[in-house]
């Protein structure tokens, strides 16, 4: 079932915001008017469909009332099932409009890529990741920007990160994070030994800049006489200003001006910088813990993906999905990988929210020798 009622209230908002869009308040604010334009390039792909899928159900509702009428029932019975299909249709795209989207989405990523098991066989599968990623940015027309580059005795990266920007970026990247896994014979191998090794990968939203607001009811501050040297007309008034930061406790001291204000500007600036740096120090946290989480120790049993070259198959172990087109993926044909996990998410989201089935249990991969 729809949610019905949530859907009414963002078609009322969508005409509000017509409205609004159009009075003379709102064009003379250009902030105000460019961010009401916002909310309504959100809102409108949720509101039209919900009226087309409207629409469609109001004439499904009068075909089956036509039913009983038997000079009409053959036209009717012709008619519905296109209808109903229409509407099923429209409501798989409603329940997917109305998921919640995640802020990062459209973020531009930072991709990190790592040898892991296997030596300079793991190197050489990395630098071939990295120039999977690289072929994918281009067929989409993203930017990579190489900003660390450690290069393998044998010609592979122990480590490669890049910035890639562009167009919804994280929202088809972030299912690549974890430990690949490649099953093929390695160039030195003179018996035709099939080796096994991995690489990391690491998917981060870039990190916007921390911004710290320093709130009045928060600072306390204390007022005293500088400290200077004897003799001097700083210490005459009652000029040095201690800051507390009470949520902290952090504390910052300014005597060097004669000026109070003066010294409670320099105090306050170095409370603010001070913040930013603990701000960022726990950014940095966040984001060493998630790739922690995202590529684990490496280690072959982490697998996410396996790739087996003398088989010419790619299996993503998380939902089960075998391709025999390694040859195609591994040049940058990625979609066939990333829309399946894509759809299985938006699967798990919709049953998290009540709208729709659990989604099938991911399967083991099955060929995995």
């Known amino acids: 079932m729809l949610p019905t009622a949530k859907l009414e ?14 009075s003379p308040e709102v064009l003379g604010d250009r902030t ?6 916002k909310e309504r390039s959100d809102v409108e792909p949720v509101v039209r469909t919900f009226q087309a899928w409207r629409e469609i159900d109001r004439r499904i509702r009068e075909d089956r009332e036509a ?29 997917l409009l109305l998921l919640p989207s995640d802020p990062h989405d459209t973020r531009n990523t930072v991709l990190e890529i790592r040898s892991g098991e296997g030596g ?22 993203w930017k990579i920007e190489i900003l660390s580059l450690s290069e393998a005795a044998a010609g592979g990266y122990k480590e490669a990160i890049a910035l890639v920007t562009g167009t919804d970026v994280y929202a088809r990247l972030r299912f ?19 080796h096994t090794s991995t690489a990391t990968v690491a998917v981060l939203p870039e990190a916007e800049e921390v911004e710290v607001h320093v709130d009045d009811k928060d ?11 004897g ?30 204000l003066k010294n409670k500007a320099k105090a306050l600036k170095i409370l603010r910088a001070r913040l930013l740096d603990r701000e960022r120090e726990k950014q940095e946290a966040a984001v060493v813990a998630e790739r922690r ?19 010419n198959r790619v299996t993503d172990h998380r939902i089960g999905l075998t391709l025999y087109k390694l040859d195609r993926v591994i040049e940058g044909n990625l979609d066939e990988l990333v829309e399946p996990l894509r759809t299985h998410r938006q699967a798990a989201l919709l049953y998290s929210g009540g709208l729709a089935d659990a989604p099938p249990a991911a399967r083991d991969g099955g060929e995995d020798s």
């Open 9 to 22: 209230t963002l078609a009322r908002r969508y005409r509000e915001l017509d409205d609004l869009l159009c």
């Open 67 to 95: 039913l009983a009428d038997p000079d009409l029932r053959a036209m009717v019975e012709e008619e519905l099932p296109g209808l109903e299909a229409d509407a099923a249709r429209l409501e798989g795209e409603l329940k």
């Open 293 to 311: 989480s995202m590529v684990g120790s490496g280690e072959r049993s982490q697998k996410i993906r396996t790739y087996n070259f003398p088989q």
């Open 219 to 229: 600072l306390r501050f204390d007022i005293a006489a500088s400290g200077g040297p």
């Open 120 to 141: 300079e066989e793991a190197a050489l599968f990395a630098a071939d990741l990295f120039r999977m990623y690289v072929r994918y940015a281009e067929t989409r027309r």
């Open 176 to 194: 690549e994070g974890g430990v690949h896994r490649v099953q093929r014979v390695p160039t030195t191998e003179a018996q035709g030994r099939i």
């Open 32 to 37: 105000l008017l460019s961010k009401l334009n």
């Open 231 to 260: 003799g001097q007309g700083v210490n005459t008034t009652n000029s040095a200003v201690q800051i507390t930061h009470l949520p902290t406790g952090m504390i910052v001291k300014c005597q060097d001006e004669r000026s109070q």
